[in-house]
T-cell receptor, first 109, second 114 residues
Framework: SQQGEEDPQALSIQEGENATMNCSYKTSINNLQWYRQNSGRGLVHLILIRSNEREKHSGRLRVTLDTSKKSSSLLITASRAADTASYFCAHTGRRALTFGSGTRLQVQP | DADVTQTPRNRITKTGKRIMLECSQTKGHDRMYWYRQDPGLGLRLIYYSFDVKDINKGEISDGYSVSRQAQAKFSLSLESAIPNQTALYFC?????????????FGPGTRLLVL
């Protein structure tokens, strides 16, 4: 069974608004990553945050990590219609990545 | 990622048939993975390989087998396909030398088992 849960499962916002997605996990991690998937396509890596980091930025993306709560969040600022996709968190376990169930983001133009 | 290719992109087969999905990469990565994705769900790991002589079972390996023919090639076989193996299959690679385990995904193979 998957070891990550994401919240919300689906999110619909207007263009220009911010989108926040949350991820929880159950085990100790080395790092946590966020990936994006356009419908039916392969996943694309967005950003990685190490277990000793609390916050990281990349362009319009901001990721936070709280290892005490075993949770992470992804914030997309000033969203665009092109941000419409599914977003997955994944953490490195003992040998391979474990993916969450994903958040489907719809950005209305 | 165009450096990770999968063939075929779409496949329809019948219950009981043996089929093979192939993955090739030009990234020079040592690690390769096979995942399946069911509608509305995340990815589940089937098998992974850290080197040509290394094969490891993932979360859902039953009914599947793999072969790492070379560093650049990793194939997934369904020994006797069944309808609940209908899914989207992804191959991925990563490079241990970066120590970050970022994975690079192929475009996926859509499999329908009738």
């Amino acid at each position: 069974s998957q070891q990550g849960e994401e919240d919300p499962q689906a999110l619909s916002i207007q263009e220009g608004e911010n989108a926040t997605m949350n991820c929880s996990y159950k085990t100790s991690i080395n790092n946590l990553q966020w990936y994006r998937q356009n419908s039916g396509r392969g996943l694309v890596h967005l950003i990685l945050i190490r277990s000793n980091e609390r916050e990281k930025h990349s362009g319009r993306l901001r990721v936070t990590l709280d290892t005490s709560k075993k949770s992470s969040s992804l914030l997309i600022t000033a969203s665009r219609a092109a941000d419409t996709a599914s977003y997955f968190c994944a953490h490195t376990g003992r040998r391979a990545l474990t993916f969450g169930s994903g958040t489907r983001l719809q950005v209305q133009p | 990622d165009a450096d990770v290719t999968q063939t075929p992109r779409n496949r329809i087969t019948k219950t009981g048939k043996r089929i093979m999905l192939e993955c090739s990469q030009t990234k020079g990565h040592d690690r390769m993975y096979w995942y399946r994705q069911d509608p509305g769900l995340g990815l589940r790991l089937i098998y992974y390989s850290f080197d040509v002589k290394d094969i490891n079972k993932g979360e859902i390996s039953d009914g599947y087998s793999v072969s790492r023919q070379a560093q650049a090639k990793f194939s997934l076989s369904l020994e006797s396909a069944i309808p609940n193996q209908t899914a989207l299959y992804f191959c991925a690679t990563s490079d241990f030398r970066t120590a970050q385990e970022t994975q690079y995904f192929g475009p996926g193979t859509r499999l329908l088992v009738l």
